[in-house]
């Protein structure tokens, strides 16, 4: 069975310093991976997602993150932070049989002035 | 494109009353739904998996019988929790399967704005 961690649930950075966000995942089969970006009262909006077109996947708002498969890591960064960054962060993996997500418990991104 | 809407987006309601949530596809057909409830600070909990034409899939704890879900055409899925109680208050957010992708498995879900329901 697929499954996902996101290495540390709070992550402060100060404004135009890089981000990383951790994401580690376990599957037996080729995963597919999402990161999806949660602002206060909303639903989730998709960054970025792999499928195995190519290791480094850009998305939206200068995120991009490297599948690293060695590593079965996810990792999400962005170079510089910007205020509006702050929100909660899910790495999500597709479940081979069924199709379903799998989230991860999701990192809250605190961006300093 | 790959928008999903949520109705109402807050509902206040009394103890033992229905309350009826609708997700939309707007731009795209969506054969398959995800309902989930998320507690505060807390990550996405699937409650069910909502198949256009047929009975909903429930995960293991969520009583079918108190949360009612119809997917009865290709945009939409509703849930509906029955004989709500203070301990349904939550935040429950639907998503639906965008099928251009033509393999399932790398299919994106797109997720609705979500809706605070709060049961007095």
């Known amino acids: 069975a697929q499954s996902v961690t996101q290495l540390g649930s709070h992550v402060s950075v100060s404004e135009g310093a890089l981000v990383l966000l951790r994401c580690n995942y376990s599957s037996s089969v080729p995963p597919y991976l999402f990161w999806y970006v949660q602002y206060p009262n909303q639903g989730l909006q998709l960054l970025l997602k792999y499928t195995s077109a190519a290791t480094l996947v850009k998305g939206i708002n200068g995120f991009e993150a490297e599948f690293k498969k060695s590593e079965t890591s996810f990792h999400l960064t962005k170079p510089s932070a910007h205020m509006s960054d702050a929100a909660e962060y899910f790495c999500?993996?597709?479940?081979?049989?069924?199709?379903?997500?799998?989230f991860g418990t999701g990192t809250r991104l605190k961006v300093l002035a | 494109g790959a928008v999903v809407s949520q109705h109402p987006s807050r509902v206040i309601c009394k103890s033992g009353t229905s309350v009826k949530i609708e997700c939309r596809s707007l731009d795209f057909q969506a054969t398959t739904m995800f309902w989930y409830r998320q507690f505060p600070k807390q990550s996405l909990m699937l409650m069910a998996t909502?198949?256009?034409?047929?009975?909903?899939?429930?995960e293991q704890g969520v009583e079918k019988d108190k949360f009612l879900i119809n997917h009865a055409s290709l945009t939409l899925s509703t849930l509906t929790v029955t004989s709500a109680h203070p301990e349904d208050s939550s935040f429950y957010i639907c998503?639906?399967?965008?099928?251009?992708?033509?393999?399932?498995?790398?299919?994106?879900?797109?997720f609705g704005p979500g809706t605070r329901l709060t049961v007095l």
């Open positions: 909502s198949n256009e034409g047929s009975k909903a899939t429930y």
């Open positions: 998503s639906a399967r965008d099928r251009t992708g033509g393999n399932p498995w790398t299919d994106t879900q797109y």
């Open positions: 999500a993996v597709s479940d081979s049989g069924t199709y379903k997500y799998i």
